[in-house]
């Protein structure tokens, strides 16, 4: 009669438990995790809903749903509802309340279908009902464009510069322009200070992207006194000056 506790019987036991624990270890514990940030690309789909969960053509209710997709799978433990052992590459996403914010966050939503973007929720948990669509479902409170290759180029001072206006700093922002245009104008500390310092709500960077060497599309908005809200949109010229990427020129396009 063989010995089950034999050396190379325990040896096998613990080398199978090492990997199981390892492999749990590798996956995203939902018990641990508050805020979560996710990247992929955004997609737009209708489902069935009640009563049947089949077939909006034959009479199920449609149920509208943003879906990310992963760029690559990944697996999730610490909820009742997922298998630590499967892996899955779409999460369904939506706001996470209904505020003011939410009406933000939906408008981005609609128009950033196909599009790579960064997103960022809490409160995750495991599909467990009809409505859910994805294995992973996350409210979230912030939706941005994937940051696109800056590094190395002029796109990294723009994008430098539009961080310190989204705080309202514009001494911060003025060492990104050219000398001759930071003491008075526009792009002068002062008058950027004044502006991006007392805006309601304040200036978010949406995307840079490259139009032609040293020269970047921007898009941002921010809401203004009023209020009046603003989805802007302007065209960004840098030069070098002493080796140094600096902001020459910028030209609004969208009105603000």
Not at 173 to 192: C, D, E, H, I, Q
Request: aromatic letters at 6%; hydrophobic letters at 35%; one cysteine or more.
């Amino acid at each position: 009669m063989s010995d089950l506790t034999s050396a190379p019987v325990l040896s096998l036991i613990g080398l199978a438990l090492g990997l199981a624990s390892a492999a749990h270890a590798a996956c995203l514990d939902l018990k641990q995790t508050n805020v979560l940030s996710l990247e992929g690309t955004l997609n737009y789909r209708i489902f069935a809903g009640p009563p049947n969960y089949e077939d909006v053509r034959k009479g199920d209710t449609p149920e509208p749903t943003y879906i990310l997709t992963l760029a690559e799978p990944m697996c999730a433990s610490g909820d009742e509802f997922l298998d630590p052992r499967d892996k899955f590459s779409q999460v369904q996403i939506f706001p996470e309340s209904s505020d003011k914010a939410a009406t933000a966050l939906s408008r981005d939503l609609r128009r950033w279908i196909g599009k790579r973007v960064v997103v960022e929720g809490t409160s995750p948990f495991g599909a467990h009902t009809g409505h859910h669509h994805a294995p992973l479902m996350l409210p979230i409170t912030r939706i941005s464009i994937a940051p696109t290759q800056s590094h190395g180029t002029a796109m990294t001072s723009v994008q430098a510069f539009y961080a310190a206006l989204s705080v309202g700093n514009g001494e911060e922002a003025a060492k990104f322009v050219v000398p001759n245009k930071r003491s008075s104008g526009p792009l002068s500390a002062t008058a950027m200070s004044k502006f991006y310092g007392n805006l309601p709500e304040p200036l978010t960077l949406v995307d840079v992207v490259a139009t032609r060497p040293g020269e970047y599309r921007v898009r941002y908005r921010y809401v203004a006194s009023g209020p009046r809200r603003c989805d802007g949109e302007s065209i960004v010229r840098t030069t070098q000056v002493s080796g140094s990427n600096l902001i020459e020129s910028i030209k609004a396009v969208s009105g603000c």
